[in-house]
């Protein structure tokens, strides 16, 4: 399994998770680019978003949901950002899915 992301779920590397279930692991980001930062990532190996299919749209809604339920739980009530980087040019660096989860400091828009 060349997969980073995979072996974090299989427990072959360690991580900071926050939630795990049948579907999705969340853990925090190993170079954090605010106070709060965490992946969100479905269990399930999807190199990237393009390869979501009709019949992923239920695992997609739970990773949101995932996603903005832990943003409250750590304290991001007054705002947060999510970001899925797909593909080498939208700046994937790790190819199996993971939605950012971006908090606790002012974000600006474009990021640059
Ligand atoms: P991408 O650029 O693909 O959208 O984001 C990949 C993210 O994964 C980066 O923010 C990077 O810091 C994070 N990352 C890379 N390797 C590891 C790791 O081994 N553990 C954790 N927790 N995060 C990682
Ligand atoms: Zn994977």
Redesign the pocket.
């Given at each position: 399994m060349d997969c980073?992301f995979c072996r974090?779920v299989a427990g072959e590397?360690p991580?900071r998770k926050l939630y795990e279930d049948d579907q999705v692991l969340a853990?925090?980001?190993?170079?954090p680019q605010a106070p709060v930062h965490f992946?969100v990532i479905p269990k399930r190996h999807i190199a990237s978003l393009d390869e979501l299919s009709e019949s992923d749209r239920p695992l997609a809604g739970h990773i949101l949901y995932t996603a903005q339920r832990l943003a409250i739980e750590l304290g991001c009530e007054e705002g947060f950002r999510v970001v899925m980087?797909c593909k080498d040019l939208g700046?994937?660096?790790?190819h199996h899915i993971?939605m950012?989860v971006l908090g606790q400091r002012q974000l600006h828009w474009p990021p640059g």
């Amino acid at each position: 399994m060349d997969c980073l992301f995979c072996r974090i779920v299989a427990g072959e590397i360690p991580a900071r998770k926050l939630y795990e279930d049948d579907q999705v692991l969340a853990f925090h980001d190993i170079g954090p680019q605010a106070p709060v930062h965490f992946l969100v990532i479905p269990k399930r190996h999807i190199a990237s978003l393009d390869e979501l299919s009709e019949s992923d749209r239920p695992l997609a809604g739970h990773i949101l949901y995932t996603a903005q339920r832990l943003a409250i739980e750590l304290g991001c009530e007054e705002g947060f950002r999510v970001v899925m980087n797909c593909k080498d040019l939208g700046g994937q660096t790790v190819h199996h899915i993971h939605m950012h989860v971006l908090g606790q400091r002012q974000l600006h828009w474009p990021p640059g």
